[in-house]
């Protein structure tokens, strides 16, 4: 079966808002094995919602809209789907009733407007929203002579969601056709996004019955599996062995098959092993303390470190022999070596990241552009250090820098 | 004039992708005086790309593809227009000759359904791509019997960006009835959306002619102003004496009135005043140097810190006696004020940003939820500390600490 989600509101044609309720509602319609093959966004103008509802039933078999369910003159969700119906609404008294009940607890005036919140298209059933005002409403419905569902669902997001869970999906379960869909994630950092294709898509293509898509986002490429049987063995049988292929091919790369992020592994690893953490940081100015940190139960192998922005702080705070800075700059592979080795064995950690680096836009040399990013990982035996040339602006460019030292944590770790 | 924007691919009707052209496109129209009343997203489905043509061009003026350019069998945005307009396309063989040299430069053999990127829609201007392979096109013609506008941009957003200003936007101007427009935001940190709407709604509400938007973000609120007159210099007098007056209004929380960030605006003032900032980070761990190191520049006023995440680098790197957290416990009044003067001293910083807290899920105590944060400020003179109980999940609690320790920064420097 196909959906169509009309997502309603004039703040979504702006420059500054999106639709994203479509997104889980996707999620969830997959799930059941739904594709939603169309997503129309639009304002609240009456006779564009009532031409947008014609359109989406003419031609998906369940229509889905988000917003438009609220109190004022601006929302006509209810009214241009009955019009496009051809049938009219009628006034639910129990909603009216909870309506009265709400306004007077508050010691507010309930005006008249708000009371059509409780019209219910003929026909509709009503959903009731523990999570706001607006109801939502489901109809089973023909349409040109097909078979057609609809429901209209409140915009905000918390609403949505629990009416959607509660109330949607069990309705849909019962006429949208029994598959079991099985769904895994392998993740990959710091490598291209080619290079994954090239050395995953012969294997992928010889499973027609998963569908796999290859996603990029920052420092971070993810394979995702899903696949569709009429038991949910079979699916999954079929989803674990085609991400195992690929992930025995990508081995050198992947960081997780079961969701965590690239934090959350090493901070696995280092308390598997009883192992604790510092850091120095000179150019990501505290990025990799943030996004460890940013992990529940960190404190247990992250012990902290220091931000060395400016060079005196390198000697400070993490005891760089101030003329080896002066030797060979601070964005050098001894200063780096000396980050790690130095907060190491100031904080006593068992192993320690420090990192210095050019990420600009100012700040380039005639020997060191842009880019240019040193990275050491200490551990009281050996410190192994990592130049990086990397590409894109000052955000970027911290990022990967940030990704490429949880890399090499991970690597040790392993 | 009214506009459609119409993204294709595949990936984004999956839960993982979004369109985001539309925004940026959304913005350049506006200004132009062109209102966005429809988006529309589907897949790589060509007959579904030819009835969604056929609709868009029905209920706009100008149309706008995004996506579907490039040289694969999922590639049909050029084909479905052609055939949505009942004209052919005609090969330009000057652009099949740059992909010809292309592929030729990378030692690459070209294979024929390359080509198919040089295919023109008849009747259309080819717009050529500095940054990739697929042109764009554009074309005025006559749908229905009304005069319709249509743009073919690439999906990558570096693309669609340049193309679009480089060559749409003149293509417009020319054909939209001039309109000026003046635009200008309010950025205010730490307040309620409902406490700026009930502040500044009388006044907004007496400027009809002015279109103003209120956007809450993670601990931010905006107002955006936007106005359209035949001159631009009316636009921008009713724009600034409107946002003056909301600004006077709401002088006590907003940072910036010309789009400066929090940690741009705080940067700004220290180093107007010459002074030097520092940080020892406990549950934020790094949020606040990451911050302000995000900002290009920010060496100048930003000399670093410590990320004090174990209890025994507060004393180690920041210098807070042992006995103060034994006895007030690491998250309290005590050691926030000596975190932020322990570094401070130790660093020789001019002021310094101290903070504990319990970010949660874990850590909460009998007297101590998760939420509360002690926030110090010292100056060398005075040092002032803030407690405060916020809610929410450990990335918000983290995200509102850094938040406040800002706010409490500018004020001290207003």
């Known amino acids: 079966m196909i959906a169509e989600i009309i997502a309603v509101g004039s703040e979504m044609l702006t420059p500054y808002r999106q639709d994203t309720n479509s997104l889980a509602m996707t999620a969830e319609l997959n799930k059941l094995g739904v594709t939603v093959a169309f997503k129309t966004i639009l304002g609240d103008t009456f006779q564009h919602l009532v031409d947008a509802t014609h359109i989406a039933l003419s031609r998906a078999d369940i229509v889905l809209f988000s917003g438009g369910l609220g109190p004022t003159e601006d929302d006509l969700t209810r009214e241009a789907v009955a019009q496009a119906l051809g049938v009219g609404m009628t006034r639910n008294e129990a909603v009216v009733e909870v309506l009265r009940q709400r306004f007077a607890k508050r010691g507010l005036a309930i005006q008249e407007i708000n009371f059509k919140q409780g019209d219910v298209i003929d026909g509709a059933e009503l959903l009731p929203n523990a999570n706001g005002t607006a109801p939502g409403q489901w109809m089973a419905t023909e349409y040109e ?42 993740r990959m950092a710091v490598v291209a996004e080619s290079e994954v294709d090239a050395r995953t898509s012969p294997i992928y293509l010889s499973y027609p019955d998963v569908s ?186 911290r990022w990967f820098a940030a990704q490429h030292a949880l890399v090499m944590l991970r690597q040790k770790l392993m």
């Open 145 to 186: 002579g097909r078979q057609r569902y609809i429901a209209l669902l409140p915009g905000p997001p918390k609403e949505l969601t629990a009416l959607f869970a509660e109330q949607v999906r069990p309705r849909l379960q019962q006429v949208v056709p029994p598959l079991h869909i099985a769904y895994r994630w392998l």
């Open 212 to 397: 796999t898509t290859i996603l990029s986002t920052q420092g971070e490429i993810q394979l995702h599996f899903q696949c569709a049987k009429p038991t949910l063995e079979e699916a999954q049988e079929r989803v674990n062995e085609l991400l195992s292929r690929c992930e025995h091919e990508m081995l050198d790369h992947v960081f997780s098959a079961d969701g965590e992020s690239l934090e959350q592994v090493n901070l696995l690893m280092l308390g598997m092993r009883n192992l604790t953490l510092a850091t120095a940081e000179s150019c990501t100015g505290g990025l990799i303390a943030e996004r460890l940190t940013n992990v529940p139960g960190s404190s247990r192998s992250y012990l902290g470190g220091a931000v060395v922005y400016a060079d005196h702080l390198k000697t400070l705070l993490a005891d760089v022999p101030k003329e080896l800075i002066q030797e060979h700059g601070a964005v050098s592979e001894p200063v780096a070596r000396a980050l790690a080795e130095g907060i190491r064995a100031r904080i006593g950690a068992d192993i320690a990241i420090g990192v210095t680096g050019i990420a600009g836009p100012g700040g380039a040399t005639l020997n060191k552009p842009v880019g240019r990013v040193y990275i050491a990982l200490a551990d009281g035996n050996t410190t192994e250090v990592r130049e990086l040339n990397l590409n894109g602006d000052r955000e970027r460019i």
